[in-house]
């Protein structure tokens, strides 16, 4: 099957839609409200493209590929409609001291597309219409309704990933914003401080509270949650030698396809911490000492054959921390039944 | 696993347990299984939810305006009543009109004109209004087909402003595989300067009823929604008493509408009926392939469906020879600076002379009016004698819409007719859609800076926000939002010096 984009024929599989396929032969067609896990909508009004028979040029995020369909993603037509349409999202969005708008959170795509695919003539600004909850005292998710484009992925996200349902689109027209069942802050909802909504907002609307103002690193750090078992994958920022934000690598790519748990996401204050354990450490004579790796397992085990020598080995317990991957529970139980020789073994999360 | 929707008993649970007030919507969410944010979502989306307290609803539509509507506000306002200033309440014929703290109309105008009895006329608001429903018989008789062909030959056109001929929308829903069908009728009439529906349902409830029990057989369906306007308590309670001397063998189910004059729109307003948001979805589907909960739905509105028994009774080809430029008879409102404002059911393509000549004659000297409602924008004298149909409103730039006709006199400054107009597009657009959401408040802010100091700089970027606006706009809200404004422009050059 195959449909033709800009004269060329490209294949292309059922129920597959205009944009992936022209994604896919490197058409560059911008979107503000697309987000891969989440159901298309077609509202933000980016991805219009001609479709041949159609008066009305069509959403490409919605628009399904059909056999032998003409499609032009590249035209005086589609430049001007996004030029112009560019030049009305500017004018309902903070802006910077260059009129562009305003880079925030992990970047702001708005801002990349009017670089890239320019603006038609500028317009006045508007005044702010979207209320905030500025009683809202959540540590972690802060909402800027000057950078919203209400393109709503934060509010699809939370119903359609999380299942959550803590943010609605609330109020009509020009006054809608991102809120909350009476507009109570996200401690008093049914939000799990998740950060998800963060992760899909294209324009930083949405950004960590703490941190607040700092970039993104250029290269984060990619390494493995420590919160439990699951293995998410999380790209530390650092910037001068502090970690800044931890975010998910993009969807599809890691085995938590984008997502984060609040403590994977906002829980790292704990790096820096002045109480950190930093090294091995063992009570000798009621005080805790730093040592080496070797000396703390020597000491352990001596403690543990000790108590098996004066008590018997059910006189063991071992429970391992819900941290633990399954293949170190599964050594932590061996330890356990063919080292120690109890039946005495627990995992924290199995209660 | 949470609902998305709460289906048609939302609205409903919502208004009873006090709409947006704060509280509600956790508790309705306890009863509904629908999440607390979505409820107070939908709740601030409608007018009559998201206030609860106004005592007092005063229309600041255009014939309204004309009538001192704003003199009204602002002495309520100065005798400490909780007013509020709202988009047209469908009585510009007795304006300026208000309801009050129970959606009841206080009218400080007249009454509204009707032509007399008229047994020539298919829907004769004058007429005597019974429960025979005879046509509802023949159509069993001639089966369903023949119905649909006569439909056909009368070139019967959607009376809800698209104009789009209703027998490919009957064929459409009949022919679907999916037997479990919906018909829904479209009795939301918020198109300002429009007040036909309203007559249809309070003097003639059993010819639109006898419609609808028509269309709902003749496509399948079992199961029949009346979307009405919650504003319009009075037809309700004419439609429900006539539905309880017909008994017609169909089920009949009312919605009210509370408050949003996008949900008109027939996609909005099956996201309504399902207890969301009224926001119009993206076409395709149609409804008459995936409409209420998904099924094949027809949706009409009310003067359309009342013009069924005529057509099934007298034929196609009778009610097609009514119209002078396209088929048919139809229903004009016209208010505004006029004698006898009211209803007119007159063929098709009369003149705006014509017209005013049925209605009494002009008030002053005329100097532009809108033939289709605010969406289809102003037009100035010179058209007095174009027909008023579909295709020649068109092609000057205008359209029939409703054909909620309102005329304005030389009394009036065109640039603060249009910002009215740029009002109630800000107020009634639902904000889904960027370059309606932000083009709606861009014309509004333009028109008023330029009241402001009458410069015309802040008029320069009407035209390029408006094509934007018709490019990329989900809706036709958005298609035609900036026409009060555009067409203001374009024929009064001399109000924007
Ligand atoms: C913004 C907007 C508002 C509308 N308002 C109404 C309305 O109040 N009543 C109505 O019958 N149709 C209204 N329509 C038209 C409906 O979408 C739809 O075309 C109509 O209900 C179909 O019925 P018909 O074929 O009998 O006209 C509106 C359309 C738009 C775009
Ligand atoms: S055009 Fe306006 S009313 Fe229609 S969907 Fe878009 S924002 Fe809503």
Redesign the interface.
Known sequence: MKVIIDGEAVDFELGETVLEVAQRVGRSIPTLCHEKRLDP?????MC?VEVQGQR??Q?SC?WKATEGAVITTQSQ?ID??RQ??LS??V??HAVDDQGLPKQRGVGNQLRDQVLEYGT??Q??Q?PL?RAVREHDANPYIHFDAEAC??CAACVRYC?EVE?V????????????TI?????QGLLD??CELCGGCIAVCPTGAMTERPSLGIPPAPEPIRSTCNFCGVGCQVDLHVTDGRLTRVTSPPPGTTVNDGNLCVKGRFASEFVHHPDRLQTPMVRRNGVLEPTTWEDALQTAAKGLLGVKRRHGADALGFVSSSRCTGEENYLMQKLARAAFGTNNCHQCAAT | ??K?SGGTEVMHALEEAGGAR??V??AV?GQTGV???????VS???TLL?KPDVELRICQGTSCALAGAFEHIAEARANGVKVEAVSCLGQCDRAPAALDARLEPVIWGGEGHVLPADPELPIDLGGADTAEWSALEKAKRIGAEAVIDEIRAAGLQGRGGAGFPAHIKWSGVRSQAETERYVVVNADEGEPGTFKDREVMLRRPHRMLEGLAIAAWAVGAKVAWIYIRGEFQACRRALERALAEAKPDLEVRFYDGHG?YICGEETALLESLEGK?GMPR?KPPFPTEAGLFGKPTLIHNVETLACVPAIVERGGDWFRGLGRTEAGSKLYCISGHVEKPGVYELPIGVTLEELVQHAGGYVGTPKAFSPGGASSGFLPMAFRDTPLDFKSLQAAGSMLGSAGVVVLNDSVDMAEAARWGQVFF??????????C??????QR??ID?YLADRDAE?L??VG??H??MD????CGLGMTASLPLLSAMKHFPGDFV
Request: net charge positive; charged share 20%.
């Open positions: 909508v077609g509202a933000c009004r219009l009305r040029l959403p919605t037509r001007t409609h112009v349409l009305m999202y004018a309902d038609g003539p317009l006045p508007l219409r484009v209400l119903d299942a349902n803590a943010i609605a689109l609330v109020e009509r027209g020009g006054r809608t809120g909350t069942a009476d507009q909802s049914s | 696993m949470k998305k704060s509280g919507a956790r969410s999440p607390e944010a979505t409820l107070y979502g601030t989306f409608y998201a949003a948001r993206l800000e107020d009634e657009t639902c904000g889904q859609c960027a370059p959401r932000i083009g709606c408040s861009l802010q333009s800076r802040h320069a970027h390029v926000v094509g934007e490019e990329g706009s989900i």
